[in-house]
């Protein structure tokens, strides 16, 4: 109240409360007063708590595949002769390693990605993280097949997706079956091509 203006401190009456003309309008309903509630203590200890799990998730993320993304960062940057942050932030490598998005579609919607940066520099990244997928798809669950359907979803075809992931056609197959029946895939989309 004091730092609004409502209250003073009268240090010659022995430093007592005194009103000001601002809380005369307040007293006498002109004016309506904005005060904080302080927080107690149990929710600072919340608040706190939140802050420190959103804190672990993001280092959680700068683990092997960010190193990875930083790396490629590093060497673009020294290849074009600019500063890493231009080609993106940590926040924008944060957000890959996390999300590790698979095709160019995907990772448009990852922020600090545009379509410029994606056509310069979006192949790079997109490969680093296809191939760390790839050796580590065994302890991200789901993900062999995720990223069949990813390749699935631009356009490639069975022996397309077979042949970048060396895999056999009717493993690649078996993932878009899979993902069919969990409802990822339309059936009207046709998955194999017409025989010459």
């Avoid at 302890?139 to 075809?157: A, K, N, P, V, Y």
Wanted: aromatic letters at 8%.
């Amino acid at each position: 109240m004091i730092n609004l203006g409502y209250l003073e401190i009268a240090y010659d009456q022995g430093n007592t409360l005194k009103l000001t003309a601002l809380s005369q309008e307040v007293l006498f309903g002109k004016q309506p007063v904005q005060l904080v509630k302080a927080a107690s203590l149990k929710e600072r200890a919340e608040a706190e708590k939140i802050k420190q799990k959103a804190r672990s998730k993001v280092e959680q993320y700068r683990d092997e595949l960010f190193e990875l993304l930083r790396q490629v960062r590093k060497n673009l940057a020294q290849e074009l002769g600019l500063p890493p942050y231009i080609i993106f932030n940590d926040a924008t490598l944060e957000a890959m390693a996390m999300e590790k998005p698979l095709s160019a579609k995907s990772l448009l919607q990852i922020p600090g990605v545009g379509e410029k940066k994606l056509a310069e520099f979006g192949e790079q990244f997109l490969e680093t993280i296809r191939n760390y997928v790839d050796e580590h798809s065994a302890s991200i669950r789901g993900t062999t097949q995720q990223i069949s359907l990813e390749l699935f979803r631009e356009g490639m075809t069975l022996e397309a997706i077979a042949e970048r992931r060396g895999l056999t056609t009717g493993t690649v197959a078996t993932h878009l079956a899979m993902l069919y029946e969990k409802g990822k895939i339309c059936l009207w989309k046709p998955w194999f091509r017409p025989r010459d």
